[in-house]
C-alpha cells in the first residue's frame, strides 16, 4: 500500500511542512511564499502543476530560451563550463523544475561524459533529449537514447561491426540502463551487440550503416530470431526485472536512499500499469503515501546540483554561471562529465571529507559573496527588519528562507547563541555569518 | 619468528570460502600443502609479533581494467600475436622480465625497481567465476567478497578501524586524488577521508575578524548526536572526521616536501600528495590513489601508452621522493586493475572486458621477481584467461606479512598468504 493515495486528512495533512517536502524532492526547494502558494492550491493540483510539463515538454519560458542560447553558442575551448552553466541557469530559473530534475535523473541513469565525446553541442542535444522526452515511454527513450550521438560515440557503437561486435553498448544496455546484474549473461550481450552492428554516425546523425550490420538472426534474452537493435531494446524493456530495476531508481531519486523490497515491486507494478510512462508514474509517486510518510523527511542526502540549485533559487542570489559547474565538480558532481557510465551512486557516496569542505566553500562563498563565483546575496534586502532582530528572530527567519524552518534543536541553540554574541557582529555582516553557519550544519545536506 | 616462517605454516584451509584447494596449490606453494593442518587463531598473533603501525601502503587502483597482456607481454608466444593483430608489441617494444616476457617500456621507472629485485610481478590474478560488469569486479576486489552484500565495507578499512591503527590524532587511511570516493575506503563509520588539494583542506571560515569563533562553531554545529546509522548521524560523523583528519592532513602537508618530476596527469597529482604526506610524516598507513581510463574498448594503443607513461612516470618519482624522505624502508605499493582484458582485440582496434592479469607490489621489503606462472594463450576460458592466484592470497600477505595483523578476520576466511614480503627472510 506504499503506492496508494495519500489522502489529506485521514493520512495526515498538507500544510507547509508537506508542501516544502513534495517542492524539495519533486524541485529544488522553495520560498516560503512559494510553499504558502502550494499549500493554497491542495495537494492535486501542486502535483499536477509539477508533473503537467512533463507531458508536454518543450513548453518553456523564455528563461530556457535564453540559457539554450548560452549553451550552444559557447566557445570550443570553454565549452564544458559554458554547457554546464546553461544548464544550472536553467534550473535556478525553470519554471518546470520537475522536467530538469527529471533531466538530471536520466543524465545520472544514461551516464556520458563529454571527456570521451568531446563534443559539446552533442552533449547539450542528448540533455534536450532527456528533458523533452524524460517524461514518456521508457522503451522510446532508449531507443532514442541508442541513436544519440553522444551515446553512440561514448560506448563505442560507431565501431560496433558485423565482423568485429563491440560488446560496450550492449553490455551497458542491460546492466546499467535496463535489467541490471544477474537478469543476463555474457552470451547475451554478445549477441546484442551484433544485434546492434552498424548503428554508426554520419556527418554527426545516428545512421544506420547496412554494410557493417549483422542480419543473421540471434537468440538474446531466451528469445530466438532477434536481428535489430530495437528488437533487444523492446525485449529487454519488457523483461519484468526492467520495471524493477527502474523503480528501484526512482524510488531512490525521488523517495528514499534505502527502497524496501515491497515499495520496489509496488513501483514496479505501478510502472507496468502505465505501461513505463514515467510521467504518469510520477504522478502517482509524489502523491502515495510512500512519499509523504515520516521517515522520508529529510532522509535523504541532497545532490550537489539540488542543494547548489535550491540555495539559488532560494536567495536570488546573481552568479557567473560558467564558474559554478566548476564548483559542484568540487563537491562530486560535474556535469556533463559523470565518474562513468554507472554515473553518480548518490546517497552516501556523495559525502567525503573532500566533498564536505567543497559544499562548506560554496555555503560561505553565498553568505559573504564572492566575486570570482559572480554571487552576491543583499542579505538587509532580503531579511529587512529581521536582519537587525534577536539571534532568536535572525535565526528563525533565515532558516524558513534558507532551510524550510528544520533546523536540529541543537543547530538552532547554537545558531542563536552565536547570533547574540559578540563573535557575530552586525548588520548585514551578521545575517551573513549565521547564513554561512547554518547553511554549514550537517542537517542542511538533507533533502 | 620471521614473517615468513609464519606464512609457510599458513596452509590453513579455506573452509566455506571462496577459495579452493587448487588456489592453495598454486603459485609455487605446491610443497606447502603436505604440512599438518593448524588451528586456525592463536598462531598467528604468536608467529607475527605486533602490528605494524610504522607501516604503509600505497594502493593504485587502475580503474576501468588495465590490459595486463599488454602491460606484462608474452611476445614470444606466437598466439599472442595472433590474438592482438592490431596491437601486439615486440621485443623491441618492452623491457625484459624473463626471456619470454616484457615489461612495456612506459613503465621504465618500475623495470629498474624489478632489477633492484625490488617489484613484484604476480601473474595471472583473479578470482573464481570472473564478473565482467566493471561495477561487480569493483566491488568484489574492493570488499574482498566474491558476492559482496551492499553494506559490506571496503576490506582495507576493517584494518584501519582496529586499534592500534584507529588510535585517536591517526590518519590511518586517506584517499589521495579527485573523483568519486571508492568502494575500499568506505568503512563501517563512513568513508575515510579524500583530498585532492591542499589549499582546499581549510575549513571556509569566511571574512573579517573572529575566524577562529566560526570555525569553533562549524565543529559544534558537527558534534554527534541523533539516532545512531540515520543520514544525519552519518553527516555530522563524516563532517566532524573531515575537520579533525584535514587539520592533521594540514600539518603533514606543511611539514613534508617533494621535489620529483609526476608529470601533470592526475595520478600524478595523487602520488605527488601522498609523498608529501608521508614525507611530512603523517600517522597514517593506508594511501588510496585511482587512475582512470583503462577501459579501452576502442583505438587502444595509444591511450594505453600515455595511461602507463603517466603511471611509470609517476610512481617513479613517487619512488624517488620516497627515498629521499628516508621513509622507503616503510612503504610499498600495490597496484591492481578490476579485470584484464579479453585476449583476442577487438574490431575497433581495443579490448572488451577480460578476467585474470597481473598485478604489482613494489617494495624494498618485496620479494622482486615473477610470482606465478605466465599466462597460457592455449587455455582460455570463453576467450579469457583464467586465474590463478586469488588476488585475496595478495591481500593476505600484505595483511599478515606487512601489517604484521590476522588476516582471515579481516577477510571473511582464509586465503594462504603469497610470499610477497620479507625480503630478508
Redesign the interface.
Known amino acids: 500500500m506504499n503506492l496508494a493515495p495519500y489522502a489529506v486528512g485521514r493520512d495526515g495533512p498538507f500544510g507547509p511542512a508537506e508542501a516544502a517536502h513534495l517542492l524539495r524532492r519533486a524541485g529544488f526547494g522553495a520560498m516560503p511564499t512559494e510553499r504558502a502558494a502550494a499549500v493554497q492550491a491542495g495537494l492535486d493540483a501542486t502535483v499536477e502543476r509539477l508533473v503537467a510539463p512533463l507531458f508536454a515538454a518543450g513548453a518553456e519560458g523564455d528563461e530556457a530560451a535564453r540559457f539554450a542560447a548560452l549553451g550552444a553558442g559557447a566557445a570550443p575551448n570553454d565549452e564544458l563550463p559554458a554547457l554546464q552553466g546553461a544548464w544550472l541557469g536553467r534550473m535556478v530559473h525553470s519554471r518546470a523544475p520537475l522536467a530538469e530534475r527529471l533531466a538530471l535523473f536520466w543524465h545520472g541513469h544514461f551516464a556520458t561524459s563529454i571527456e570521451k565525446v568531446r563534443r559539446g553541442a552533442a552533449m547539450w542535444a542528448q540533455y534536450e533529449l532527456f528533458r523533452a522526452r524524460g517524461g514518456g515511454r521508457f522503451g522510446e527513450l532508449v531507443g532514442a537514447v541508442a541513436r544519440d550521438p553522444a551515446m553512440v560515440v561514448w560506448l563505442?557503437s560507431e565501431?560496433?561491426?558485423k565482423?568485429?561486435?563491440?560488446?560496450?553498448f550492449s553490455?551497458e544496455l542491460f546492466?546499467l540502463f535496463t535489467l541490471g546484474?544477474s537478469h543476463y549473461d555474457?552470451h547475451d550481450?554478445k549477441e546484442a551487440a551484433r544485434c546492434f552492428t552498424g548503428w554508426h554516425l554520419k556527418d554527426g546523425r545516428f545512421w544506420r550503416n547496412e554494410r557493417a550490420h549483422d542480419p543473421a538472426r540471434k537468440r538474446v534474452l531466451g528469445r530466438d530470431g532477434l536481428q535489430d537493435g530495437d528488437e533487444v531494446i523492446a525485449l529487454a524493456v519488457e523483461q519484468p526485472a526492467c520495471a524493477e530495476f527502474l523503480g528501484a531508481k526512482l524510488l531512490r531519486e525521488f523517495v528514499t536512499?534505502a527502497p524496501s523490497p515491497e515499495a520496489v515491486l509496488e513501483a514496479a507494478a505501478a510502472l507496468r500499469e502505465e505501461r513505463l510512462e514515467l510521467a504518469p508514474f510520477l504522478r502517482r509517486l509524489l502523491r502515495s503515501r510512500l512519499f509523504f510518510a515520516a521517515e522520508q523527511r529529510?532522509?535523504?542526502?541532497a545532490a550537489p546540483v539540488e542543494w547548489a540549485v535550491g540555495l539559488l533559487r532560494r536567495t536570488g542570489s546573481r552568479v557567473k554561471w560558467s564558474a559554478l559547474g566548476r564548483e559542484l565538480g568540487?563537491m562530486?558532481q560535474a556535469l556533463f562529465a559523470p565518474?562513468?557510465?554507472?554515473g553518480?551512486?548518490g546517497g552516501?557516496?556523495w559525502?567525503?571529507?573532500?566533498?564536505?569542505?567543497?559544499r562548506?566553500?560554496f555555503?560561505?562563498?553565498l553568505?559573504?559573496g564572492d566575486p570570482a563565483l559572480g554571487l552576491a546575496v543583499d542579505w538587509d534586502e532580503r531579511l529587512g527588519a529581521a536582519a537587525a532582530g534577536d539571534g532568536a528572530t535572525l535565526v528563525a527567519v533565515l532558516a524558513e528562507r534558507l532551510v524550510d524552518g528544520d533546523l536540529?534543536a541543537?543547530?538552532r541553540d547554537?545558531?542563536t547563541a552565536?547570533a547574540d554574541?559578540a563573535?557575530a557582529?552586525r548588520g548585514a555582516?551578521r545575517a551573513?555569518?549565521i547564513a554561512?553557519?547554518m547553511l554549514?550544519?550537517?542537517?542542511a545536506?538533507?533533502q | 619468528m620471521k614473517a615468513n616462517q609464519a606464512l609457510r605454516r599458513s596452509t590453513v584451509p579455506a573452509v566455506g570460502s571462496g577459495a579452493t584447494r587448487r588456489e592453495f596449490l598454486g603459485g609455487g606453494l605446491s610443497a606447502l600443502a603436505a604440512l599438518p593442518l593448524l588451528p586456525r587463531f592463536g598462531w598467528l598473533d604468536a608467529a607475527l609479533g605486533s602490528r605494524r603501525t610504522d607501516r604503509i601502503v600505497v594502493l593504485v587502483d587502475l580503474a576501468g581494467g588495465n590490459d595486463g597482456l599488454n602491460t606484462v607481454v608474452p611476445h614470444a608466444d606466437p598466439l599472442y600475436a595472433k590474438a592482438r593483430p592490431t596491437l601486439k608489441l615486440a621485443a623491441g617494444d618492452l623491457l625484459p622480465l624473463s626471456p619470454e616476457l616484457g615489461l612495456r617500456r612506459e613503465l621504465a621507472p618500475l623495470h629498474r625497481r624489478f632489477e633492484a629485485g625490488e617489484l613484484a610481478i604476480v601473474q595471472g590474478v583473479g578470482y573464481p567465476r570472473p564478473d565482467r560488469s566493471h561495477f561487480k569486479s569493483i566491488d568484489i576486489w574492493h570488499t574482498a567478497q566474491r558476492e559482496p552484500d551492499s553494506a559490506a565495507p571496503g576490506w582495507i578499512t576493517r584494518l584501519v578501524e582496529q586499534e592500534p591503527f584507529a588510535a585517536a590524532g591517526r590518519t590511518p587511511l586517506l584517499m589521495c586524488g579527485g573523483g568519486s570516493v571508492p568502494r575500499a575506503i568506505v568503512g563501517a563509520h563512513g568513508p575515510a577521508p579524500q583530498v585532492d588539494r591542499l589549499e582546499a583542506l581549510a575549513p571556509a571560515a569566511g571574512p573579517g575578524e573572529g575566524a577562529a569563533a566560526r570555525v569553533a562553531a562549524l565543529e559544534r554545529l558537527a558534534e554527534s548526536g541523533g539516532t545512531s546509522g540515520s543520514p544525519l548521524d552519518f553527516l555530522r560523523t563524516t563532517t566532524r572526521a573531515a575537520q579533525r583528519q584535514s587539520a592533521q592532513v594540514a600539518r603533514a602537508a606543511e611539514r613534508g616536501s617533494v621535489r620529483s618530476d609526476y608529470g601533470r596527469a592526475p595520478i600524478g597529482g595523487s602520488l605527488r600528495l601522498a609523498a608529501q604526506l608521508i614525507a611530512g610524516g603523517l600517522e597514517g598507513n593506508v594511501f588510496y590513489v585511482r587512475q582512470d581510463g583503462y577501459d579501452t574498448h576502442a583505438f587502444q594503443a595509444d591511450a594505453h601508452a600515455l595511461l602507463l607513461t603517466d603511471l611509470g612516470r609517476a610512481l617513479g618519482a613517487f619512488w624517488d621522493d620516497v627515498v629521499a624522505a628516508g621513509a622507503i624502508e616503510r612503504v610499498v605499493v600495490l597496484c591492481w586493475s578490476e579485470f584484464g582484458r579479453r585476449v583476442a582485440e577487438n574490431g575497433s582496434k581495443g579490448t572488451d572486458h577480460g578476467a585474470a592479469a597481473p598485478l604489482f607490489v613494489l617494495g624494498r621489503d618485496v620479494r622482486g621477481g615473477l610470482h606465478g606462472d605466465a599466462p597460457r594463450l592455449d587455455a582460455l576460458v570463453d576467450g579469457d584467461l583464467p586465474h590463478a592466484i586469488d588476488f585475496r592470497r595478495v591481500y593476505a600477505a600484505l595483511l599478515a606479512q606487512w601489517f604484521g595483523v590476522a588476516p582471515e578476520p579481516i577477510l571473511g576466511a582464509a586465503y594462504a598468504p603469497l610470499p610477497l614480503f620479507g625480503r630478508a627472510g
Open positions: 563505442d565501431s560496433n561491426e565482423t568485429h561486435p563491440n560488446e560496450n553490455r546492466e546484474l555474457e550481450v536512499d529529510r532522509a535523504r542526502i568540487e562530486g565518474p562513468n557510465v554507472k553518480w551512486d552516501r557516496a559525502i567525503s571529507s573532500r566533498t564536505l569542505l567543497a562548506g566553500r555555503a560561505a562563498s553568505a559573504y536540529a541543537s543547530s547554537e545558531l552565536f554574541s563573535d557582529g555582516e551573513a555569518r554561512h553557519l554549514s550544519a550537517p542537517e545536506l538533507l
